[in-house]
């Protein structure tokens, strides 16, 4: 009887084993690199002839951005043919098509392009080396490298040596390939590995052109103001930087509409001036203002009806001169827009924008109400490029307004009137608001310009602080904030950009770690230090 209850036991469970079904996991997720098995010729070579290079791995890889990810030092004139591409493989060729430099060490470094073929893992900066002289170099340098004024770094940062001989200058840099060339290991360190002894010019670039040669127009640079010696232990930080481009004027100036002519340039324009070559009657009048976001100067005419202009442009010491042919018959209509939507935040100034110059304000043609239909009491003034038209006045907390611009409020420089143009606006209450004070420590020298940078990356607030005092945002939008100081070296109260054929280096930017989370109805004191 126990044997037969035994068997019957026996039976049911291999029966119930059996009828589980279940889907297979697979086995564990491949998270292993792809290891290099063997390479021909074999990896460090020396007295290296061949024009081709074959490189084995334990898996099938795939090659990805691989045109922006290689870095070859020393740079070959022409890049070498590399397959597969797009398909997987277990190896890589190289086919060189360029005659090598005698007694010198070469790196192939594939930065984040070797991936493997089922999971995606990344080989990272594998570097190929062989030498054609009798020993592999293997000296380096190292350092960090970071941008002049911008959180997030740029990308395609290339480290650049170029020897200090007899052919060196410091304009190499804009037409010669480097001698050497190397990459960063992560967001902030670089180096260049497998140099030889010697004096060096230390350079960086993010090489918009991918070809080691400064375009300032594309390309950010960094460099060390003075010639390096290798071997070295010290350690070379950079920043990168755009330069201001020479002042020059790289197209004809436009007219875009009757009256309306376009002046682009590059450079600095602070001192440009725009004049007609000839005295024009005096009907004629003018007026002139700038875009800076587009490199633009807008100049405005009327009481000219010829079919052309000639003009005299100078900017310090730049001086030419340009026809302009007039050919259009429509002048810009007005068009006026408020620069509030909805709400008017407290730390704001109610704004009225033009897309042509505003000459004349009729306040007697704006009508300005409270929620309680009360004449509000306000004043208002006009921007330098006169298109822009503020109005200031007492806000009352948590209120509502109307603004009305009835017909021939604003009169632009055309004589051109407004139509009717209604707003409606409110303003919040301080709760709806946080406030943020601010002591900074370890600060090297005043004045600073002090930003305050909202989770969108925006400046919010700007404060100039010329000493060491409690700063006090009052009315901040919540949100998340970074904080920025830039120093004002030479108390001209904006950041200066650096030059590097003056070696002058760009003013210093930090940005504090601490995020500063700022909540409707806070007030958040944070001491802050470099």
């Known amino acids: 009887m126990h044997i037969r209850l035994l068997f019957l036991l026996i039976l049911i469970i291999t029966v119930s084993s059996c009828a589980r079904r279940g889907r297979p996991t697979g086995g564990e997720k491949d998270e292993d690199k792809p290891i290099m098995v063997k390479a021909k010729p074999e990896f460090g070579s020396i007295h290296f002839e061949d024009d081709e290079i074959k490189i084995y791995f334990d898996e099938y890889i795939k090659l990805k951005d691989i045109s922006s990810q290689l870095i070859i030092s020393p740079p070959l004139k022409y890049p070498p043919v590399i397959v597969p591409q797009g398909t997987p493989s277990k190896f890589i060729s190289i086919k060189i098509q360029d005659t090598l430099q005698e007694n010198t060490t070469y790196t192939f470094n594939f930065g984040q392009s070797i991936i493997d073929n089922t999971e995606g893992n990344i080989l990272d900066n594998f570097k190929y080396i062989f030498s054609t002289g009798d020993y592999i170099d293997s000296l380096q340098v190292s350092g960090t490298i970071k941008d002049a004024f911008e959180y997030i770094p740029d990308e395609n940062i290339v480290i650049l040596l170029y020897p200090f001989d007899e052919e060196y200058n410091d304009s190499i840099i804009y037409h010669e390939k480097p001698m050497y060339v190397g990459a960063l290991k992560d967001s902030v360190n670089y180096e260049i590995t ?183 009491t306000y004043t208002y003034n006009l921007n330098k490029s006169k298109n822009i038209l503020f109005f200031n006045f007492e806000k009352k907390y948590d209120s509502k307004y109307t603004m009305q611009l009835l017909p021939g409020a604003v009169e632009d420089f055309f004589d051109v009137k407004n139509d009717t143009l209604n707003l409606a606006f409110s303003t919040k209450r301080p709760s709806n608001y946080s406030s943020i004070f601010l002591t900074l420590n370890k600060i090297e020298s005043y004045p600073i310009i002090v930003d305050l940078i909202n989770d969108r990356g925006e400046v919010t607030v700007k404060y100039y602080a010329e000493n060491a005092h409690v700063i006090r945002f009052n009315n901040i939008a919540p949100s998340r904030y970074k904080v920025r100081i830039l120093y004002d070296e030479n108390k001209n109260k904006k950041w200066d950009t650096g030059n590097y054929l003056k070696k002058i280096q760009p003013e210093k930017v930090y940005y504090f770690k601490n995020i500063i989370e700022a909540k409707a109805n806070w007030e958040v004191e944070m001491s802050l230090s470099l």
């Open 194 to 376: 497998n140099i030889k002894a010697g004096n060096y010019a230390l350079i960086a670039l993010n090489d918009a052109s991918k070809n080691y040669k400064y375009n300032p127009k594309g390309d950010k640079i960094g460099f060390i103001p003075h010639i390096i010696s290798v071997p070295t232990d010290s350690i070379y930080d950079m920043v990168l930087f755009n330069e201001i481009l020479p002042f020059r004027l790289p197209s004809k100036p436009k007219e875009i509409a009757k009256g309306h002519i376009l002046f682009g340039y590059e450079g600095n324009a602070d001192s440009l001036k725009v004049k007609p070559y000839l005295t024009i009657d005096s009907n004629y009048k003018s007026f002139s203002n700038f875009e800076k976001k587009k490199d633009t100067l807008n100049y405005w005419y009327r009481g000219y009806e010829n079919d052309s202009i000639n003009f005299i442009i100078k900017n310090k010491d730049f001086i030419d001169s340009v026809r302009v042919k007039l050919r259009e018959d429509k002048i810009d209509s007005l068009k006026l827009n408020f620069g509030v939507k909805g709400t008017l935040n407290l730390r704001d100034t109610l704004n009225l924008l033009s897309n042509t110059p505003m000459l004349k304000v009729d306040s007697t043609k704006i009508n300005f109400l409270d929620k309680d239909s009360i004449k509000v």
